[in-house]
């Protein structure tokens, strides 16, 4: 294992506050293991070698302005901190955020500033937090976490620690873009999938796959892998692309679905709740289904390529561009025995 102080040369910057974090916490617990793998998963998931944008990406964290922050938002819509600057300020946030466009996930507010993103992720939640046993105390993964919204807002509901993983290094840099104001100890987003963690690390009390499963090439195995991080008793909450049909109902689509090359499984809520209960999960329940709208994924000032109007058939929003039915999307929880 690398010693602490080679790590300050070895990590991204932006990660190494995060391992010094994790490494007093986990040091002697469940998780130690995991640490150990954490400065070679962290150099990987952020590797300038490997993503080119990511110079620009560091030197818009690094213009972020000093902000005079007050009181931090975690229980609204908008995630964020209040507090008043000069528009000189202002424009130097602005400007340094927008460094780290496309935003997809949020809101968020920051001193006044709304990051309206495309996706009025608020939404989801709204709709899943009642259906999550109560997460004060909790240890949370939250697989495939984008920028990060959704684990403030489960950092919020009192869990005592939320880690997120996302491969996609522009959202862990949103992510610390947040983190830079509101400074919180107990929440991470890591730089990698869920495939590169410890396949038995079964220490979680709660486990979010949202927007995921449909990613996947083989179903059945994502769901393995969220069992074998749950500690027992734990709860599974899975929000996935569905299409309506009875219990046997699938699709799969050839080529693009919505112009997103990698959608490989679109099950009915039915299936869904059959691969769970095949996965070895019980008390499976459908907890909301529903048709994504216009209003919930759009274009934006902080979003400004295609979104979902770009990606249904324009004479009838029923269907995507190529003919398949339009975005409807399912969430469903579940216990491991
Ligand atoms: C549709 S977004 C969903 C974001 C957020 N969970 C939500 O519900 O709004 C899917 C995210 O999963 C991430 N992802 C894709 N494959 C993954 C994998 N194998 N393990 C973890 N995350 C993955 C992507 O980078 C992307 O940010």
């Known amino acids: 294992m690398t010693s602490p102080a080679a790590l300050e040369h070895v990590l991204p910057p932006e990660l190494l506050r995060d391992w010094e974090a ?4 986990w040091q002697a617990g469940p998780l130690s293991e995991w640490l150990t793998l954490l400065p070679e998963q962290f150099t990987a998931g952020l590797s300038p070698a490997r993503y080119g944008d990511l110079p620009r990406w560091r ?9 005079p922050t007050a009181d931090i938002q975690l229980n609204t819509a908008r995630v964020g901190v ?21 935003w997809r996930k949020g809101p968020f507010e920051l001193c006044g500033l709304h990051i309206d993103t495309e996706w009025r992720s608020d ?20 697989v495939g976490c984008g920028n990060g919204y959704h684990c403030w807002r489960m950092l919020g509901s009192g869990a005592a620690e939320v880690v997120g993983i996302d491969p996609t290094p522009l959202f862990v840099l949103q992510f ?24 038995h690390l079964p220490v979680f009390d709660t486990v979010f796959s949202m927007g995921v499963l449909y990613h996947r090439r083989d179903p059945m195995e994502h769901l393995m892998s969220l069992k074998h991080k749950l500690a027992p008793e734990g709860q599974l909450v899975l929000e996935t692309l569905v299409i309506e049909g009875d219990d046997d109902a699938l699709l799969e689509p050839k080529g693009r679905y919505a112009r997103m090359g990698n959608v490989w499984q679109l099950p009915s809520p039915g299936l869904t709740a059959r691969w769970i209960k095949q996965a070895g999960f019980s008390e499976i329940e459908i907890v909301d289904v529903g ?10 000032p902080w979003m400004t390529f295609h979104s979902l109007e770009e990606f249904l058939n324009p004479s009838d929003h029923t269907l995507t561009i190529e003919g ?9 929880t579940a216990y491991r025995t």
């Open 123 to 142: 939404w989801k939640w709204d709709r899943l937090a009642d259906a999550v046993a109560p997460l004060e105390g909790r240890r949370v993964l939250d």
């Open 59 to 67: 030197d818009a964290l690094a213009s972020l302005p000093p902000l």
């Open 22 to 25: 994790l490494s007093a916490r």
């Open 82 to 102: 209040s507090g008043t600057a000069s528009s000189e300020t202002m424009e130097a946030l602005r400007d340094a955020l927008m460094g780290l466009h496309p």
């Open 291 to 300: 048709d994504t709208s216009l209003e919930e994924q759009r274009r934006t």
């Open 324 to 332: 398949f039915p339009a975005p409807r999307r399912a969430i469903l």
């Open 176 to 199: 610390k873009a947040v983190q830079h104001y509101l400074q919180q100890p107990c929440i991470h987003v890591l730089p990698m999938t869920l495939e590169a963690m410890p396949e």
